[in-house]
């Protein structure tokens, strides 16, 4: 049997599994999708956004790219945030980016990666706003965490600055924008302590 196959077998008993405990759940499902949360994450297969936050499908609409990166050229981010916004009407977005990023780390690396590097600038450039701040963490494993932080920092005030959300909040929409980072080695999630949910507090954030 191939690797291919093998999947299709496990969705199988996947849905026959789910069924069983919960007749009407495929049902329930299949009629509307109204998530209280926008996912913006990297897409590292470690960081599984529904299973680390232990909630079922339906309930956390998701956007991954490498290093959880929100770029206001991004036509493919900026939509998903929009239809969270403005159609589902999510009242959180959480950017949670995670330890050990490989993306980061790239970034960081003097050398050529190839295509991607063009992707990596927008994280070489957070690594430039906060240099002096991130060389003097000392060892190299410190200044890698400080630069995953910085970077969730970034974009949850990439995020807040789009129009999508600045509208939102003008139009007194419940909207809160937070800043998460995951620990694969011990599968906790640390609250970077960067909310924000209105225009006053994102203006604060940014003076």
């Known amino acids: 049997m191939s690797e291919i196959n093998k999947l299709l077998d496990n969705n199988r008993r996947w849905a026959e599994r789910t069924?069983?405990?919960?007749?009407?759940?495929?049902?329930?499902?299949?009629?509307?999708?109204?998530?209280?949360?926008?996912?913006?994450?990297?897409?590292?297969?470690?960081?599984?956004?529904?299973?680390?936050?232990?909630?079922?499908?339906?309930?956390?609409?998701?956007?991954r790219n490498i290093a959880n990166v929100v770029v206001h050229t991004d036509l493919n981010c900026l939509s998903v945030v929009q239809y969270a916004v403005e159609v589902l009407k999510?009242?959180?977005i959480i950017i949670c980016g995670h330890y050990g990023c490989g993306g980061v780390q790239a970034a960081m690396e003097i050398k050529e990666h190839g295509l991607i590097d063009n992707w990596l600038r927008h994280i070489q450039d957070v690594y430039r706003y906060?240099?002096?701040?991130?060389?003097?963490?000392?060892?190299?494993?410190?200044?890698?965490?400080?630069?995953?932080?910085?970077?969730?920092?970034?974009?949850?005030?990439?995020?807040?600055?789009?129009?999508?959300?600045?509208?939102?909040?003008?139009?007194?929409?419940?909207?809160s924008v937070h800043g998460w980072i995951y620990a694969v080695k011990d599968g906790l999630i640390r609250d970077l302590e960067v909310s924000m949910s209105d225009l006053e507090s994102f203006e604060a954030a940014i003076q």
């Open 19 to 63: 069924t069983e405990s919960d007749p009407q759940f495929f049902n329930r499902l299949s009629q509307q999708q109204e998530p209280d949360y926008l996912w913006i994450g990297c897409s590292d297969s470690r960081v599984p956004a529904n299973q680390i936050i232990d909630l079922p499908p339906g309930e956390v609409f998701v956007h």
């Open 90 to 92: 999510v009242k959180h």
């Open 130 to 175: 906060h240099r002096a701040e991130i060389d003097g963490c000392g060892s190299e494993q410190l200044k890698f965490d400080r630069l995953c932080e910085k970077n969730v920092i970034e974009q949850v005030l990439n995020v807040s600055s789009s129009t999508v959300v600045k509208n939102a909040w003008k139009n007194n929409q419940a909207l």
